[in-house]
Each structure stands twice: as C-alpha cells, then as structure tokens.
C-alpha cells in the first residue's frame, strides 16, 4: 500500500496557505479520485497528469489513486496543483524517493508532453515559503518573481524527467544566480518633469503639499487647462519604495495576474481606470475575488479622469477604502482582505459644458444636477481642491521660467516626509486626532480654524484634514510651529467649497 505527502501551496488573495497533497495507491479497479474541494480547474488535473507522465517516459500505475488535498475546506483553483500531484504518484508508486519531497515545496503546471508551465500570482507563494524557510521549486518561467524576492533556496525546472533526476541526486537544478543586489543597481525612473507644465502655480504648489503629506487632492477646471499633465507628474515628486512596500505592491499585482519588471520594482503603481469602469474592477471581486484598481493603486496613485463621470455608486464605494486602507471582499467561500492604501488624484470640469463662468452654456440647474453626482461624504474625503484656470492672455508666447524642476520639489518632497516619519511615525495624510494635538498648534490657530470651518460648513473630517494639510505646508517650509500663514494657506485650497457656495447664493 503505497501513500505519499508533497507540500505545495493555495491562493487565498495575497496569502498562501500551506496544502499537503496526500496520494494514495490501493489494489482494486483502476480509478483517479480527487478529493478536499477542487474546483473544474483542479479536476482536470487528472488528464494532464496522466498524459504528461505516461508521455516523460514513466509508468502510470495501473491501481486505485486516490489525491487528498487538504485542509479539505479550503477552495482550490487553478492548475498549481498538477506537479504534486504527479510527485505524489511518482513517489507513491515507488519511482522517486519518498525523502526527496521532505522540507521542499512544489508548485507548477503540467503539460501533456510533461513540461512544467508556469502558473499566475505565485509571488505569495514564495513569501510564505521564504518565512516558512522550506526550499522552492518553481517553473523556469516564473524566474522573475523569484528574483523579485531574492530568496536563495528556490530551484527551477521546466521539464518532468529534470525534476526527478534532481530528486534522484544524479544532476542539479538551476536556482538563481543573483539575490536582490541589482535594486541598488536600478536608476531613477525619469518621468515628465513639472516644468514643462506652463503657468498654474498654485496647482504645482498644491501638487507638492499633496505629494509631501500624501493628501488627497481634487483638481477644478475647465477642459484644456492641464489637470490630466499635473496629475501625471506628480510621481516624479513621489519618493521610490522600499523593499517591502515594494514587496506587498507585486504581491496584489501577482495575485491579479500581472508582473513587474525588477527595473519597475520600486516604482510607485499609477492607475488611471475610465469611467466607464464597473464597482467591481474598481474595488476587486469576481467569483474568485481579485484585486480591484484601487488595491493595484496600493502604496502609490489612483487618478480619477473626469470625475462626474464615474456612477455615483461606484465612486461611493471608494468611501470605506479611503479611511481604512483596506477592502474586504466577503464571499461564501472566503472572506479576502487586500491592502488599498492609495492617494487619490481627481478632475473634473466645474459644470457639464466645462465652465462655470458668465459664458457657460450651462443653467444653475444643470450644473447642480452635475455637480450632485458626487456625494458629499465622497468629496469630504479630498484634503485639498484647487481650481486650475485658463491661462491669461500672452503666457503660452511668453519665454519665461516655468519654476523648479520635478528633481528640485522631489528633494523638498522628500526631507518633509522624513521629517513626518521622524516625529510621528506616519505621513500627515496618517495622523490621529491624538498625533494631531501634538503638530504645533496653538489654541488661537485651532479657534481660528474652527470659526473659518463654521463660517464655511465645513464638517469635523474637514476640521482635522485643513489640520493636516497645515502641518505638511509648514513641514514644507521646514517649520516646527504651524504658523497662521499656513493655516489660511489650506483655506485657500478649497475650491470646491467655494463653487457650491456660489451656487447656493444665485
């Protein structure tokens, strides 16, 4: 009676649950039973396996297999399971060493022509592994996310009789020649820098506190006045990751069946999703739940184009998000959690014929129906809304400086966040109301604040973000108070409140 355990490894969002295949040969009539809830994927394992061991040159063994993936109430999909699945037989049916598969983990897909293909989201897999300090084998393809881990006891096959010879002891696997020295190695990403934007320097102002706090940031103009240029510059203002902030971005990106190339490893994500895009490619989901945009975004910047576009539900969804840094997607199989801790850049017009001024086309009606399109808990969520104007007559013609460079404000961008870390361990975006008490402010300022937020009906998330917004433009001016100036300087970036204001009095 021959039974034999592989480990392997699950898909559970950005986890990787350890999943012990068992196999079993019995006598009686010929039969391949596959049991501990396989989803159709897993299933048709059963053919491939057969095909590529019959067709790598092995003996198929002609008895009663039975395969127990367990823990039997975990789902599991996807074609990861076939090579051990076919270890298991091997080693079962006595042609590969039992003490072989010991302190090792498999993962792949089989061919029929007994080739081992790679296979998606297999990042978390190696994390766990790597904390599990148990040695990896994975399919050549997936080479670069092993490299993205760096972790050195990962081995790599493509063919089925290279694997068993390796576990034989009569040759060695390739592993990886290099750990993760090249991310010393990688340049700067350049990107389009902030000076070739014309005029707009309140915008670039805001642009900067916006990058330096991690703020949220809603951006008002007519069409044609630079709001989609500015917000894809600001990631050249935004400082690289580190490893592991990097690590966690690759790992969402893996489990969506996306890769990153070492050189755009530590690249902060930029997603920009169209309007037209549904709740659930927005915030993750499906039948087997997979990151949304926003979990895409994580660590970096989503931009919202022309945002009354969006459906008011879909945009109303973000609200949880925004404030826990987190989604939770609950289905009857599992309830999944993936990280969403981005900085939300938007735009929009300020009325539906893209002006709000004497010449709009527009009535006080349809611009308000517009305008109701975003919610008011939604837009309480912007830390800063600025208006970006067309330019004055002449400036375009005019060969004049068009302010510092995106190399020059990342610098700027960069001290006033070491300087957040430093005094409280988290970016200004991040600050308690407890952390808050303790930024330097005096009760004058915060008595000033709470009368110019009563005056404008400002509600009390509004009250604490002007706070926060104030201790980054100080923090900018490398200030350890937060002075008046930047108090009514975070006033002023209340755009939005002041085109709702204008439209009440009419």
Known sequence: MGIACV????????????VMVEVHLSNGLPAFNLVGLPEASVKEARERVRSALVNAGFEFPMRRITVNLAPADLPKQGGRYDLPIALGILAASGQIPLNSL??????????????????QGLLPVIIAARQAGRSLILPQDNRLDAELVGYPHIHLCCQLPQLTAFLHGQQQLPGLSIGTEWLDEAPPHPGPCLSEVIGQ??????LEIAAAGNHNLLMLGPPGTGKTMLASRIMSLLPPLNYEEALEVAALHSVAGMSIAPQKFQQRPFRAPHH???AISLVGGGSIPRPGEISLAHRGVLFLDELPEFPRRVLDCLREPMETGEVVISRAAAKLTFASRFQ??????????????ADSRASIEQINRYLAR????????????IEVPRLP????????????????LAQRVRRARETQLARAGVLNSDLSGKQLQQAGFTAADLQFLEQSVNRLGLSVRSFHRLQRVARTIADLDQSIQVERRH????????AMDRLLAGLRQH
Do not use: H, W
């Open 7 to 18: 480990a392997t490894r699950a898909s559970l969002g950005v986890e990787a649950p350890a």
């Open 102 to 119: 010991k302190e090792r983990e498999f993962v792949g897909e089989l061919a029929l022509t007994g080739e081992i293909r790679p296979c």
């Open 201 to 206: 320097y309140q915008a670039k102002q805001a």
């Open 276 to 278: 037209t895009s549904s």
């Open 344 to 357: 939300l850049i938007a735009a929009m017009n300020p009325s539906p014929c893209g002006s709000s001024d």
């Open 374 to 385: 975003l919610s008011g808990p939604f837009l309480d969520r912007f830390d800063l809304s």
């Open 393 to 408: 007559a002449g400036t375009l013609s005019k060969q004049t400086s068009t302010g510092a460079t995106s190399a020059e």
């Open 487 to 494: 108090l009514a300087q975070a006033l002023g970036y209340r």
